[in-house]
């Protein structure tokens, strides 16, 4: 089945850094890939996904990049802010056969003013 | 819309026994998945189930099943406790030919 490997699995950045989270996959015929942000006793909220057909997208301070060739993805907040601190988990899955996202193990980042 | 519901939010259970919990997703989403969240293994996929069929299985033993309802609403069932079973059982449901998943709140089951 598909593996999913997140690397770092805690980051500390200095407020208004950048802070950037990668993944791999296994599974050449995963095709969607999402981000979600984790607050602490709160419920995983999708912050950004792309699909297998696009190499980038961005939404405000928040951006995705993804290498199918080399099978990795990447998240990228700029200007991070306090409120940025939570766990991230990116993951993947193939759209064509439902809904069964494979997580990463999580990113803790922790943004200091 | 309201969001993901489950009840309870909160269990506490004997290893040995059973537990249902309970997911009601956004008006109108026909499919909801089931996460187990533990702090050793994160996030695993349970299985999803899409117009009251199962359509996808992760890798857990038999003991977990579960159920949709002509409403869309689902169930999982754990039998046979056992003290590792103890997380943040998440679910969460999506539209229909859209990806993007929306979580619920979590029931956090206590095995002891």
């Known amino acids: 089945g598909e593996n999913v490997e997140q690397h770092p699995s805690t980051l500390s950045v200095q407020e208004g850094d950048s802070a950037v989270i990668k993944c791999t996959y296994s599974?050449?015929?995963?095709?969607?890939f999402p981000w979600y942000k984790q607050e602490l006793g709160k419920r995983p909220q999708l912050i950004i996904d792309i699909r297998s057909n696009v190499g980038e997208k961005k939404d405000q301070r928040i951006a995705v990049t993804l290498n199918k060739t080399a099978k990795h993805f990447s998240l990228h907040i700029t200007e991070t802010q306090p409120e940025d601190s939570a766990v991230y988990f990116c993951?993947?899955?193939?759209?064509?056969?439902?809904?069964?996202?494979?997580f990463g193990k999580g990113t803790s980042l922790l943004v200091t003013p | 819309k309201a969001g993901v519901t489950q009840t309870p939010r909160y269990l506490i259970k004997t290893r040995g026994q059973q537990v249902t919990l309970s997911c009601s997703p956004i008006?109108?989403?026909?499919?909801v998945s089931w996460y187990q969240q533990t702090p050793g293994q994160g996030l695993q996929f349970l299985f999803e189930y899409f117009s009251e069929t199962q359509r996808n299985k992760g890798n857990f033993p038999g003991r977990f099943s579960g159920r949709q309802f002509s409403n869309s609403r689902s169930e999982m069932n754990v039998s046979t406790l056992e003290l590792g079973d103890s997380a943040l059982y998440l679910c969460?449901?999506?539209?229909?030919?859209?990806?993007?998943?929306?979580f619920g709140p979590g029931t956090r089951l206590t095995v002891t």
């Open positions: 993951a993947a899955s193939r759209s064509n056969s439902g809904y069964a996202l494979n």
């Open positions: 969460a449901s999506s539209p229909d030919r859209v990806l993007e998943q929306y």
């Open positions: 008006s109108g989403h026909r499919s």
């Open positions: 599974d050449s015929a995963s095709n969607y």
